[in-house]
């Protein structure tokens, strides 16, 4: 039987835990590293619906890309989601996975497959780790000459991005070297600038990001949801690689935390 470790190791292959940022709690955060793995529920974020759907689907192991625990916590008495899931994850033996800042960070990791799903060539890292040559934050790539608002129109469909906000402000008129940050990339903004990149592509930017750097270099917020969904294909390939007989799930019980009225 393919044991939580096993799972746990085929993705700390592909993306070393040494590659997460100091902040992070990549790894196992709930649950035995010895139990038999019965299904995988893959997924952004670790909800109670996530949790639920966990228990419907019989899955008895979750990975997320985000880490459902950041920081010690100081008790568990339900007062809040985070209790809640943990209680019930312990309850059921439902083992809880997260691998973050180095799956960012990896070589095909979450920047290098949206820039595959935007077609582009010759990409490497933004932002070079300084381990392996191709890991590191975001990535850089070329596109063939595109018009500005023609190359955001592409992006906004092939990301499935609803609402887009780009520096309306910015020279570029043709879109030729890209930037891409999954998550929230706004650190990068000079990364890309002195990369030479016509735009950055990431989310999470604020007002003032536009307003300090709009002026010379093309930024679009795509939306911090919208740009890491695509690491449940991430982590379905890794695992379908390494166990081909474990079964998988993606959850369809996630949506975006953040609506808009249109």
Do not use: W
Not at 199 to 222: C, E, P, Q, R, W
Request: proline share 5%.
């Amino acid at each position: 039987m393919i044991k939580v470790k096993d799972i746990a190791k085929a993705i700390e292959d592909f993306a070393p835990k040494e590659l997460q940022e100091s902040y992070d709690n990549t790894g196992l955060q709930i649950g035995d590293p010895e139990m038999d793995v019965k299904a995988v529920l893959l997924c952004l974020d670790v909800t109670e619906d996530i949790l639920a759907e966990a228990r419907r689907r019989q899955c008895n192991m979750i990975v997320s890309h985000h880490p459902l625990l950041f920081s010690g916590l100081k008790q568990i008495t339900g007062s809040n989601p985070t209790q809640r899931i943990v209680a019930e994850a312990l309850r059921h033996d439902i083992a809880i996975y997260a691998s973050h800042t180095n799956l960012d960070s990896a070589f095909q990791g979450v920047s290098y497959e949206l820039a595959h799903m935007l077609n582009l060539s010759n990409v490497s890292p933004l932002l070079p780790s300084g381990r392996e040559p191709e890991t590191g934050l975001g990535v850089i790539g070329d596109i063939s000459p595109t018009p500005r608002l023609e190359f955001l129109r592409k992006v906004k469909e092939a990301l499935g991005v609803a609402h887009l906000k780009y520096s309306a402000q910015s020279p570029q008129l043709v879109v030729r070297k890209v930037a891409i940050c999954g998550g929230a990339g706004a650190s990068l903004i000079a990364d890309a600038r002195r990369a030479g990149a016509d735009v950055l592509l990431t989310g999470d930017l604020k007002y003032h990001d536009f307003t300090s750097n709009g002026y010379a270099i093309l930024m679009a917020d795509i939306g911090h949801y919208e740009s890491e969904l695509c690491t449940k294909r991430i982590f379905s390939r890794i695992i379908r690689q390494a166990y081909p007989d474990c079964v998988t799930y993606f959850a369809e019980s996630e949506s975006n935390p953040i609506a808009y009225i249109g």
